[in-house]
């Protein structure tokens, strides 16, 4: 059977590249970085070009500026509890409506420690309200945290704008940037962000690798206590084989970048054109232009999202949807309601992402093969209209 | 190719040839159970002869645990008769259907419920006459 992987936000497979740059810190160059003799310094010398090429792909001013984590979760894990868990007088947190579940469950865990969490909303498309926002922030406000693309429906925020709010009101400013680097420019001082989340499979490195890059100056708590790697802010070895991998993915994501999204916006709006086109009562989320180059996100009235992907599934593609039925809280999509759809609208919702082995004949058999599949579900609702034929 | 999903292979089956899907225009009685907002919603039609089940359909919107359900339950209750369908538990369709994700078990399981209500439907009506 043909397979179509349309699943790039979930997982990425690792480029061949990067793969081969990491083989030989598996067998052979396999010192403590943290280790004096030559097989550490081997290890060292490694280990700070990864980082180079990290803080590069960043537009970092130092390559110091860049802690290396076991992924995303734990990089906004330090970032929220390293700010927030250090502050004794200031107990506010400002996140959008539409952050990750890594900030929003760190959120969460503040909330019960007595901290205030201010959520700013999003308009249709999932934009920040910038004017909401200016009006959060306050003397009390320890830390703003604002994504910078959505992971779900491809929105690209107005960071920069974010960037200059929280400069002007002196508050530390976390931005995860997980769904969009590599994709789209991050520039991190342009942007004026003190702290941002990456991951490295996101730009198709290995998985279990992440970074935080935190401007000159910021203070910060560890969540890890132990032998002092990365500055003494993230102690425990380094995973170096993970790690250089991640560097070759962030010197490659940024080379290639302008050539990668060309190729998949040129996927993307026949994908999502051809849907509308095809399908009735189906809808685009997120905005028409300012998305991830990657995302495509419909939704389909009167069906639910789960049996769109199983459905999908059969014939061979893989997806994703904001239905409860595929999350294991049973909640619909957080995001999906912040941008103003029902719950009903947003468990029909069906997200693919795109990614640089996919061609021209994977949209072809999408669109081939969805609208039998949305006809047929309807066909089952007792929401749907019945058809007249 | 790939290994085993969430759901068992009668599931799967079920969810994609569903048995007596479709509206029942001349219904005995109707069942409407669930709520779209939760993103599961189901209705059951039945025809009553003689007491029993002549026929029972179903229409449904779910995931693909509320579609196997529904067509699970109506296999299980035609010809049966109104006592009979009325002791369908929840853990019967879905040990019929060789199990559930013990987190579809309430939530997407409520074919019984469906049809249940809509014996309920049916005797109320014909009490009513």
Do not use: W
């Not at chain 1, 959060?136 to 604002?146: D, G, H, P, R, Y």
């Not at chain 2, 009979?84 to 419920?113: F, R, W, Y």
């Amino acid at each position: 059977m043909k397979t179509v992987y349309l699943d790039f936000a979930g997982a990425t497979p690792v480029d061949p590249r990067v793969r081969d740059g990491m083989e030989p810190f598996y067998s052979e160059i396999y010192g403590n970085p943290s280790s004096m003799h030559s097989f550490g310094r081997e290890a060292a010398e490694a280990l700070e070009s990864a980082r180079e090429k990290v803080a590069g792909l960043l537009s970092a001013p130092k390559s110091k500026n860049i802690v290396f984590t076991s992924g995303a979760t734990e990089a906004t894990n330090l970032a929220i509890k390293g700010i927030a868990g250090r502050s004794s007088n200031k107990k506010e947190i400002i996140i959008s409506a539409i952050e990750h579940i890594s900030v929003t469950n760190v959120c969460r865990y503040f909330q019960k420690q007595g901290f205030t969490i201010k959520t700013v909303g999003v308009d249709e498309y999932g934009f920040i309200d910038l004017e909401e926002l200016k009006k959060a922030v306050s003397k009390e406000t320890a830390l703003v945290s604002v994504m910078y693309a959505n992971n779900e429906i491809g929105t690209i925020q107005p960071v920069r704008e974010v960037g200059a709010i929280t400069e002007d009101a002196g508050v530390p400013f976390h931005c995860d940037a997980t769904a969009a680097v590599g994709k789209i420019p991050v520039n991190v001082v342009g942007d004026k962000i003190d702290m941002l989340t990456i991951s490295s499979n996101d730009m198709y490195g290995p998985k279990g690798v992440g970074a935080l890059y935190m401007r000159d100056g910021l203070r910060t708590e560890p969540l890890l206590h132990g032998g002092g790697q990365e500055r003494g802010i993230r102690s425990g070895t380094q995973n170096l084989p993970g790690i250089a991998g991640m560097g070759t993915a962030a010197e490659l994501a940024e080379k290639e970048m302008e050539k990668r999204a060309a190729h998949l916006i040129s996927l993307r709006d026949p994908l999502i054109k051809g849907i509308l086109d095809s399908v009735p009562e189906s809808y685009l989320n997120g905005h028409p232009k300012k998305r991830l180059p990657n995302n495509a996100h419909i939704r389909f009235s009167y069906i639910e999202g789960e049996s769109i992907i199983l459905s999908l599934d059969m014939i061979g593609v893989a997806a994703a949807s904001g239905s409860a039925c595929t999350s294991k809280t049973l909640e619909a999509s957080k995001c999906l309601t912040a941008i103003g759809l029902s719950h009903e609208e947003a468990h029909g919702s069906l997200q693919m992402t795109l990614g640089p082995s996919n061609a021209m004949e994977d949209v072809k058999y999408v669109l081939d093969n969805l609208p039998a599949i949305i006809k047929r579900l309807r066909a089952m609702s007792p929401l749907a209209p019945r058809e007249e034929n | 190719m790939a290994g085993k999903g969430p759901y068992s292979e009668k599931v799967m089956d079920h969810f994609q040839n569903p048995r007596n899907m479709g509206e029942m225009p001349d219904a005995d009685g109707t069942g409407r159970v669930g709520n779209p907002t939760c993103g599961d919603l189901m209705e059951v039609y039945i025809k009553v002869n003689e007491g029993k089940l002549e026929d029972v359909k179903f229409k449904t919107f779910g995931c693909g645990a509320a579609i196997a359900t529904s067509s699970m339950v109506t296999e299980m209750a035609k010809g049966l008769t109104l006592e009979e369908a009325l002791k369908i538990t929840k853990q019967d369709v879905a040990d019929e259907l060789g199990g559930l994700p013990p987190i579809k078990m309430h939530c997407s399981n409520l074919a019984s419920d469906a049809l249940h209500a809509a014996i309920k439907d049916y005797m109320e009506k014909k009490g009513g006459k």
